[in-house]
């Protein structure tokens, strides 16, 4: 049987729209895919020690999109905080509107990811309980107060702003 005009377009796990074509989410597998390919993304940014799965590379590849791998860890392992030099060179990405739209991954898009949009939020002056309330909705059960305490302490003044920075900054 033969696929029918309605397609599913099922979000991966923990999905969220960060700002205007700027979203977060874990690893999508090949029944995201569909939706992933809707958004139209430029870039991925992946804050995963590991390299994503065959499947996201092929993905990635069928659908031109930029895969910018920044979690590769020389020491330590997958749970250890994030570390300042990754978030700034997110930032790079992030901040570049010539990159958009673009998703910011990691395994399950918990804490890696929640931790860059958490600074995100802190450059935008957020206020920290609604920073730490949408970090916590993404973490669930799971909140590492190591991620909380570097996004409260992160000192926003290292972040590089492009001349011409998205709307949304």
């Known amino acids: 049987m033969g696929r029918t005009a309605y397609q599913h377009y099922i979000p991966p796990v923990n999905f969220g729209y960060v700002e205007n074509e700027l979203y977060r989410c874990g690893q999508p597998n090949e029944l ?18 590991e390299e994503p799965n065959q499947n996201v590379m092929n993905f990635v590849d069928d659908q031109d999109i930029q895969l910018h791998h920044l979690g590769v860890l020389e020491t330590g392992n997958a749970s250890d905080p994030i ?3 990754t978030i700034l060179e997110a930032f790079n990405l992030i901040l570049d509107k010539t990159n958009h739209p673009m998703a910011i991954m990691c395994n399950i898009g918990r804490h890696r990811t929640g ?18 309330e949408e970090y916590r909705r993404f973490a669930g059960p799971k909140v590492r107060m190591l991620n ?14 492009p001349v011409d920075p998205p709307d949304w900054l």
């Open 32 to 49: 995201n895919f569909p939706f992933m390919e809707k958004l139209g993304l430029r870039c991925i940014v992946w804050l995963a020690p």
């Open 83 to 85: 570390t300042e030099d």
């Open 115 to 132: 931790t860059v949009v958490g600074c995100l939020r802190k450059l935008q002056r957020w206020n920290l309980a609604s920073i730490f």
């Open 148 to 161: 909380e305490q570097f996004i409260e302490l992160f000192d926003t003044d290292l972040v590089r702003i």
